[in-house]
Protein backbone atom coordinates (compact mmCIF):
# COMPACT_ATOMS: atom_id res chain seq x y z
CA UNK A 1 0.00 0.00 0.00
CA UNK A 2 2.94 2.51 0.96
CA UNK A 3 4.54 1.60 -2.35
CA UNK A 4 1.29 2.32 -4.54
CA UNK A 5 0.57 5.92 -2.59
CA UNK A 6 4.22 6.73 -2.95
CA UNK A 7 3.42 5.95 -6.99
CA UNK A 8 0.40 7.84 -6.57
CA UNK A 9 1.78 11.00 -5.15
CA UNK A 10 4.58 10.85 -8.57
CA UNK A 11 4.00 13.70 -10.69
CA UNK A 12 2.63 12.66 -13.81
CA UNK A 13 5.40 14.73 -15.70
CA UNK A 14 7.81 13.33 -14.03
CA UNK A 15 6.62 9.71 -14.51
CA UNK A 16 5.94 10.51 -18.49
CA UNK A 17 9.52 11.43 -18.82
CA UNK A 18 10.84 8.84 -16.86
CA UNK A 19 9.17 6.66 -19.38
CA UNK A 20 10.32 8.88 -22.33
CA UNK A 21 13.75 8.48 -21.44
CA UNK A 22 13.72 4.52 -20.69
CA UNK A 23 12.75 4.64 -24.27
CA UNK A 24 15.31 5.99 -25.51
CA UNK A 25 18.17 4.62 -23.83
CA UNK A 26 16.50 0.82 -24.77
CA UNK A 27 16.34 2.14 -28.65
CA UNK A 28 20.06 3.79 -28.59
CA UNK A 29 21.57 -0.12 -26.84
CA UNK A 30 18.90 -2.20 -28.91
CA UNK A 31 19.47 -0.40 -32.37
CA UNK A 32 23.18 -1.19 -32.94
CA UNK A 33 22.01 -5.40 -32.32
CA UNK A 34 18.83 -4.60 -34.62
CA UNK A 35 21.45 -2.99 -37.33
CA UNK A 36 23.40 -6.27 -36.83
CA UNK A 37 20.34 -8.77 -37.43
CA UNK A 38 18.74 -6.57 -40.49
CA UNK A 39 22.24 -6.15 -42.14
CA UNK A 40 22.68 -10.18 -42.23
CA UNK A 41 20.02 -10.64 -44.41
CA UNK A 42 20.39 -7.61 -46.59
CA UNK A 43 23.13 -7.84 -49.84
CA UNK A 44 26.23 -5.68 -49.93
CA UNK A 45 24.81 -2.95 -52.45
CA UNK A 46 21.81 -2.28 -49.94
CA UNK A 47 24.05 -2.07 -46.77
CA UNK A 48 26.20 0.29 -48.30
CA UNK A 49 23.87 2.72 -50.38
CA UNK A 50 23.42 6.04 -49.40
CA UNK A 51 19.87 5.53 -48.23
CA UNK A 52 19.48 3.49 -45.47
CA UNK A 53 16.81 0.46 -45.77
CA UNK A 54 15.61 0.19 -41.91
CA UNK A 55 14.03 -3.13 -42.68
CA UNK A 56 15.41 -5.68 -45.49
CA UNK A 57 12.57 -5.51 -48.33
CA UNK A 58 14.43 -8.18 -50.13
CA UNK A 59 15.74 -10.78 -47.36
CA UNK A 60 18.00 -13.00 -48.41
CA UNK A 61 20.24 -15.69 -46.81
CA UNK A 62 23.32 -16.12 -49.13
CA UNK A 63 25.43 -14.11 -46.32
CA UNK A 64 24.40 -17.47 -43.95
CA UNK A 65 25.32 -19.38 -47.07
CA UNK A 66 28.79 -18.03 -47.65
CA UNK A 67 29.36 -18.03 -43.92
CA UNK A 68 28.93 -21.60 -43.49
CA UNK A 69 30.90 -22.50 -46.57
CA UNK A 70 33.51 -21.87 -44.09
CA UNK A 71 33.98 -23.45 -41.04
CA UNK A 72 32.16 -21.03 -38.63
CA UNK A 73 29.53 -24.16 -37.08
CA UNK A 74 32.96 -25.62 -36.11
CA UNK A 75 34.13 -22.15 -34.64
CA UNK A 76 30.88 -21.41 -32.91
CA UNK A 77 31.27 -25.31 -31.27
CA UNK A 78 34.29 -23.98 -30.57
CA UNK A 79 33.58 -21.30 -28.60
CA UNK A 80 30.52 -22.46 -26.99
CA UNK A 81 33.19 -25.60 -25.53
CA UNK A 82 35.46 -23.40 -24.02
CA UNK A 83 32.53 -21.09 -22.54
CA UNK A 84 30.68 -23.86 -20.63
CA UNK A 85 33.37 -25.50 -19.77
CA UNK A 86 35.09 -22.32 -18.33
CA UNK A 87 31.96 -21.47 -16.90
CA UNK A 88 30.87 -24.59 -14.98
CA UNK A 89 34.55 -24.81 -13.28
CA UNK A 90 34.78 -21.59 -12.32
CA UNK A 91 31.59 -21.70 -10.68
CA UNK A 92 32.51 -25.40 -8.83
CA UNK A 93 36.22 -24.06 -7.35
CA UNK A 94 35.56 -20.56 -6.41
CA UNK A 95 32.23 -21.27 -5.04
CA UNK A 96 34.45 -24.10 -3.05
CA UNK A 97 37.09 -21.80 -2.48
CA UNK A 98 35.04 -18.75 -1.35
CA UNK A 99 32.99 -21.28 1.23
CA UNK A 100 36.29 -22.26 2.58
CA UNK A 101 37.80 -18.41 2.73
CA UNK A 102 34.41 -16.85 4.43
CA UNK A 103 33.59 -20.32 6.89
CA UNK A 104 36.85 -21.55 7.67
CA UNK A 105 39.17 -20.64 9.87
CA UNK A 106 42.90 -21.48 9.15
CA UNK A 107 46.26 -20.22 9.31
CA UNK A 108 47.17 -17.66 6.37
CA UNK A 109 43.38 -17.34 5.55
CA UNK A 110 43.83 -13.41 5.72
CA UNK A 111 46.78 -13.63 3.62
CA UNK A 112 45.83 -16.16 1.37
CA UNK A 113 42.20 -14.03 0.54
CA UNK A 114 45.15 -10.15 0.12
CA UNK A 115 46.74 -12.26 -2.77
CA UNK A 116 43.32 -13.09 -4.48
CA UNK A 117 42.16 -9.51 -4.12
CA UNK A 118 45.38 -8.04 -5.41
CA UNK A 119 45.06 -10.55 -8.06
CA UNK A 120 41.89 -9.00 -9.13
CA UNK A 121 44.21 -6.09 -10.63
CA UNK A 122 46.46 -7.56 -12.10
CA UNK A 123 45.89 -7.56 -16.20
CA UNK A 124 46.25 -10.90 -18.03
CA UNK A 125 48.19 -9.15 -20.31
CA UNK A 126 51.00 -9.59 -17.36
CA UNK A 127 51.36 -13.36 -16.95
CA UNK A 128 50.13 -14.18 -20.69
CA UNK A 129 53.65 -15.24 -21.21
CA UNK A 130 54.27 -17.50 -18.70
CA UNK A 131 50.75 -19.25 -19.27
CA UNK A 132 51.65 -19.62 -23.25
CA UNK A 133 55.12 -21.13 -21.52
CA UNK A 134 53.07 -23.38 -19.29
CA UNK A 135 50.43 -24.61 -22.06
CA UNK A 136 53.39 -25.28 -24.19
CA UNK A 137 55.24 -27.78 -21.31
CA UNK A 138 52.64 -29.61 -20.35
CA UNK A 139 51.54 -29.90 -24.42
CA UNK A 140 48.10 -28.29 -24.09
CA UNK A 141 48.89 -25.42 -26.63
CA UNK A 142 46.33 -24.92 -29.67
CA UNK A 143 43.86 -26.93 -27.35
CA UNK A 144 40.62 -25.76 -26.02
CA UNK A 145 41.90 -26.38 -22.70
CA UNK A 146 44.41 -23.74 -22.62
CA UNK A 147 41.61 -21.07 -23.24
CA UNK A 148 40.19 -22.98 -20.49
CA UNK A 149 42.22 -24.00 -17.41
CA UNK A 150 43.72 -19.94 -16.97
CA UNK A 151 39.96 -18.97 -17.17
CA UNK A 152 39.27 -21.14 -14.37
CA UNK A 153 41.41 -19.26 -10.94
CA UNK A 154 39.62 -16.14 -11.36
CA UNK A 155 40.36 -14.02 -8.52
CA UNK A 156 36.98 -12.19 -8.71
CA UNK A 157 34.85 -15.38 -9.02
CA UNK A 158 36.67 -16.16 -5.68
CA UNK A 159 36.05 -12.98 -4.47
CA UNK A 160 32.17 -13.07 -5.00
CA UNK A 161 31.41 -16.12 -3.90
CA UNK A 162 33.45 -15.79 -0.54
CA UNK A 163 30.95 -12.55 -0.51
CA UNK A 164 27.80 -14.82 -0.63
CA UNK A 165 29.08 -17.26 1.16
CA UNK A 166 29.34 -14.90 4.25
CA UNK A 167 25.69 -14.50 4.09
CA UNK A 168 25.36 -17.85 4.98
CA UNK A 169 24.30 -18.28 9.14
CA UNK A 170 26.95 -20.40 11.13
CA UNK A 171 24.14 -21.77 13.30
CA UNK A 172 22.80 -23.54 10.06
CA UNK A 173 26.27 -25.42 9.60
CA UNK A 174 26.58 -26.13 13.24
CA UNK A 175 23.02 -27.63 13.05
CA UNK A 176 24.56 -29.42 9.85
CA UNK A 177 27.45 -30.92 11.47
CA UNK A 178 25.29 -31.79 15.00
CA UNK A 179 23.15 -34.20 12.46
CA UNK A 180 26.03 -35.64 11.13
CA UNK A 181 26.65 -34.21 7.72
CA UNK A 182 29.77 -34.42 6.39
CA UNK A 183 31.70 -31.67 4.97
CA UNK A 184 30.84 -32.30 1.50
CA UNK A 185 26.84 -32.99 2.09
CA UNK A 186 26.87 -30.42 4.16
CA UNK A 187 27.95 -28.00 0.94
CA UNK A 188 25.68 -29.65 -1.33
CA UNK A 189 22.76 -29.62 0.63
CA UNK A 190 23.23 -26.52 2.69
CA UNK A 191 25.71 -23.90 1.26
CA UNK A 192 24.61 -24.55 -2.49
CA UNK A 193 20.84 -23.84 -2.17
CA UNK A 194 21.73 -20.60 -0.29
CA UNK A 195 24.69 -18.94 -2.32
CA UNK A 196 22.81 -20.14 -5.66
CA UNK A 197 22.03 -16.60 -6.86
CA UNK A 198 25.45 -15.64 -6.39
CA UNK A 199 26.53 -18.80 -8.31
CA UNK A 200 24.26 -17.56 -11.55
CA UNK A 201 25.48 -14.34 -11.54
CA UNK A 202 29.27 -15.45 -11.72
CA UNK A 203 27.97 -18.11 -14.43
CA UNK A 204 26.81 -15.06 -16.70
CA UNK A 205 30.23 -12.85 -15.97
CA UNK A 206 32.24 -15.92 -16.56
CA UNK A 207 30.65 -16.98 -19.63
CA UNK A 208 30.36 -13.46 -21.21
CA UNK A 209 34.34 -12.57 -20.03
CA UNK A 210 36.01 -16.21 -21.44
CA UNK A 211 33.38 -15.39 -25.10
CA UNK A 212 35.22 -12.04 -24.87
CA UNK A 213 38.64 -12.77 -24.04
CA UNK A 214 40.03 -12.20 -27.87
CA UNK A 215 43.47 -11.45 -26.68
CA UNK A 216 43.65 -15.35 -24.86
CA UNK A 217 41.99 -16.97 -27.74
CA UNK A 218 44.48 -15.41 -29.64
CA UNK A 219 47.44 -16.35 -27.98
CA UNK A 220 47.02 -19.70 -27.43
CA UNK A 221 44.92 -21.06 -30.39
CA UNK A 222 46.77 -21.48 -34.11
CA UNK A 223 45.14 -23.80 -36.14
CA UNK A 224 41.71 -23.22 -38.07
CA UNK A 225 39.83 -25.93 -36.65
CA UNK A 226 40.60 -25.00 -32.86
CA UNK A 227 39.57 -21.01 -34.01
CA UNK A 228 36.74 -19.51 -32.06
CA UNK A 229 33.87 -17.32 -33.65
CA UNK A 230 35.42 -13.87 -32.70
CA UNK A 231 38.65 -14.65 -33.97
CA UNK A 232 36.88 -16.41 -37.49
CA UNK A 233 35.21 -12.92 -37.53
CA UNK A 234 38.37 -11.19 -36.92
CA UNK A 235 40.05 -12.94 -40.02
CA UNK A 236 37.09 -12.15 -42.26
CA UNK A 237 37.08 -8.95 -41.38
CA UNK A 238 40.74 -8.83 -42.42
CA UNK A 239 40.25 -11.01 -45.36
CA UNK A 240 36.69 -9.70 -46.68
CA UNK A 241 36.51 -6.47 -45.29
CA UNK A 242 33.68 -4.73 -47.93
CA UNK A 243 31.78 -7.85 -47.24
CA UNK A 244 29.55 -6.31 -44.75
CA UNK A 245 27.09 -8.75 -45.24
CA UNK A 246 28.91 -11.82 -44.37
CA UNK A 247 30.40 -9.70 -41.49
CA UNK A 248 27.53 -9.31 -40.02
CA UNK A 249 25.74 -12.92 -40.14
CA UNK A 250 29.14 -13.84 -38.17
CA UNK A 251 28.38 -10.78 -35.33
CA UNK A 252 24.90 -12.26 -35.37
CA UNK A 253 25.57 -16.10 -35.18
CA UNK A 254 28.03 -14.82 -32.32
CA UNK A 255 25.05 -13.12 -30.10
CA UNK A 256 22.86 -16.24 -29.83
CA UNK A 257 24.64 -18.19 -27.42
CA UNK A 258 25.53 -14.89 -25.44
CA UNK A 259 21.71 -14.11 -25.20
CA UNK A 260 20.42 -17.47 -24.61
CA UNK A 261 22.75 -17.91 -21.72
CA UNK A 262 21.82 -14.54 -20.14
CA UNK A 263 18.19 -15.51 -20.34
CA UNK A 264 18.87 -18.94 -18.82
CA UNK A 265 20.74 -17.66 -15.90
CA UNK A 266 18.50 -13.86 -15.92
CA UNK A 267 16.19 -14.86 -12.55
CA UNK A 268 19.38 -15.98 -10.65
CA UNK A 269 21.38 -13.04 -12.16
CA UNK A 270 18.18 -10.48 -10.59
CA UNK A 271 18.15 -12.55 -7.38
CA UNK A 272 22.14 -12.33 -6.76
CA UNK A 273 22.30 -8.62 -7.96
CA UNK A 274 19.48 -7.89 -5.01
CA UNK A 275 20.61 -10.05 -2.42
CA UNK A 276 24.16 -7.63 -3.03
CA UNK A 277 21.96 -4.49 -2.96
CA UNK A 278 20.44 -5.73 0.14
CA UNK A 279 23.84 -6.72 2.25
CA UNK A 280 25.68 -3.65 1.23
Known amino acids: MKTKNRLSDTPLSYRIF ?41 PTLANYVKLFDRPALQWLLNIVAICVGAMVLTCLTA ?7 AKKRFYGRAFLFGMITCAMAL ?8 LLQEMSAIG ?6 AVILPTVGWPFGVFLMKQFSETIPGEILEAARVDGASEVRTFCSVVFPMIKPGIGALAIFTFVNTWNDYFMQLIMLNSEAKWTLPLGIARMQGEMSNDFGLIMAGATLAAVPIVAIFIAFQRYFTQGISMGAVKG
Not at 30 to 55: E, R, V
Not at 95 to 101: K, Q, R, T, V
Not at 140 to 145: S, V
Request: aromatic share 16%.
Open 140 to 145: LHDTLW
Open 123 to 130: PKQVIVIP
Open 95 to 101: SLAGYAL
Open 18 to 58: TIVVLILLAIFFIFPLYWIITGSFKDNKTIIAADPQWFPLN
